[in-house]
């Protein structure tokens, strides 16, 4: 029991896909400017990364060794394309400002890293586990950034003004890609100084 | 050689499952999905006139078939080309959104200039409404703006879709910058006036409005694209008001 709680909080601080592994750092920058969109991209990515999981995990006895990655990759881009699809027609106005980085989940390396990692050497169930951890640390960074992100350059936490505009003027750095680099640079230095520091003694 | 053909056929199964679930899922989707496209240029149409189809937060607030009547209730359209002519048997409602903003590669015209009325139901008074867009300083800005009968007064702008940097340029969409043209005037003296839009605190007259802080390159893209898109369909405004 014990076993199967670590494989969900292990990826959530300790393991964590952006901070620990440096995966997923491409739209990590890219849709962090608003914690709004953050937020449906970590769910449309979470959602991808677990169908992918379970699926490839059900073939990993059937997917012929050399062409093992092909086959992860179709299977992922099939995902995405039906997530892509869905969010046109049920909820237009999110995926309009999404647009092109619901196909980016494609080359998000997290999908592609926990499939050819995880999810061919082991049972249906445990990768699905095994995503949603990945899946939620992932959300949990990109949620950090954007929150940082709102609030120093536009003085808003998702919408609702936190920092009034009469004393507080956007920090502009904070809005371009740069500033998510700064951001997730000392997030990185946070978490491998203070709070990993005995995981890595241990090694 | 049993080996390779093991792969051979895995790999076609796999394409073959994948290729039929998508194509099964996108012939499925594909009515709603267009609607939704349809309804989104719709709602920004009546937006602009100051009909009250969205919430605070932009969200549609009445159902989708009711926006389709109260489209077809209160609004007409017709279609120009590039010399501010009448296209004859183009609807406005059968253009889809690229057709309306894409540009002509060498001579930077569109093919379709989209003319809105919108008839007042009480007091049959008409307003007009026009598609403009072109380059921001990364993307394609869209937006609607909205004519008085007199076909000079700016009644509201929607500028509805962009690609420019939240808190920057994409401060475009926001009623802030929007709002300031209302009012303003796209004549001065019967003749089309070049339209500026200032850096922030410049003094403004009617054809000016505020621009956003640190925004220059965005605000500089929607001004040339205003300008042009005015002289087209001043061409054709002409002709109105020498009918009137």
Not at chain 1, 116 to 127: D, R, V
Request: net charge neutral; with cysteine.
């Amino acid at each position: 029991m014990a076993k199967i709680r670590k494989i969900v909080t292990d990826p959530l601080v300790n393991n964590n896909p952006v901070t620990w592994q440096v995966l997923g750092v491409c739209s990590a920058l890219a849709v962090t400017t608003k914690v709004s969109t953050a937020v449906v991209m970590s769910l449309a990515l979470t959602i991808v990364l677990c169908c992918s999981n379970v699926v490839i995990s059900m073939l990993r006895n059937m997917i012929p060794n050399k062409i093992r990655m092909i086959v992860e990759l179709c299977v992922i881009a099939t995902l995405v394309i039906l997530a892509d699809m869905l969010l046109r027609a049920f909820v237009y106005d999110i995926s309009k400002q999404l647009s092109v980085f619901v196909g980016l989940i494609i080359t998000n390396c997290i999908v592609m890293g926990r499939a050819e990692a995880y999810a061919l050497q082991n049972p249906p169930f445990k990768s699905l586990l095994d995503a949603l951890g990945n899946g939620l640390g992932y959300s949990i960074v990109l949620i950090l950034v954007a929150s940082l992100r709102e609030i120093l350059g536009s003085g808003t936490w998702y919408g609702m003004t936190v920092l009034s505009e009469n004393w507080y003027t956007g920090n502009t750095l904070m809005l371009l890609p740069p500033g998510a680099f700064v951001i997730i640079g000392l997030l990185i230095w946070f978490q491998r100084t203070f709070i990993s520091k005995s995981l890595r003694e241990e090694e | 050689m049993r080996e390779q053909l093991k792969i051979v056929g895995f790999a076609a199964v796999v394409c073959l499952v994948c290729s039929i679930l998508l194509a099964l899922v996108s012939s499925a989707l594909a009515p709603r999905q267009a609607r939704n496209k349809a309804n989104d240029v719709k709602t920004k149409v009546l937006q602009v006139f100051g009909a009250e189809v969205t919430d605070a937060k932009g969200k549609l607030c009445i159902s989708q078939d009711a926006l389709d009547a109260l489209f077809a209730e209160r609004i007409t359209g017709l279609v120009l080309n590039a010399d501010g002519q009448i296209i004859a048997d183009c609807a406005v409602d059968t253009l889809t959104p690229q057709q309306i903003s894409d540009r002509d590669k060498v001579t930077g015209m569109k093919a379709f200039y989209p003319v809105y009325i919108y008839k007042d139901p009480e007091t049959s008074c008409k307003q007009y409404a026009i598609h403009v867009s072109g380059k921001g300083l990364w993307s394609t800005i869209k937006g609607f703006m909205a004519l008085k009968a007199d076909l000079s007064t700016i009644t509201g702008v929607v500028f509805y879709e962009h690609q420019e940097t939240p808190g920057l340029g994409g401060e475009v969409e926001k009623p802030d910058f929007q709002d300031g043209f209302k009012g303003k005037q796209l004549l001065e003296n019967g003749k089309l006036c070049e339209f500026r839009i200032t850096k922030p605190g410049a003094e403004l007259n009617t054809h000016s409005v505020d621009g956003i802080t640190a925004a220059t390159m965005t605000c500089r893209g929607v001004e040339s694209f205003l300008n042009e898109d005015f002289k087209v369909y001043n061409t054709y405004f002409e002709t109105l008001r020498a009918g009137q």
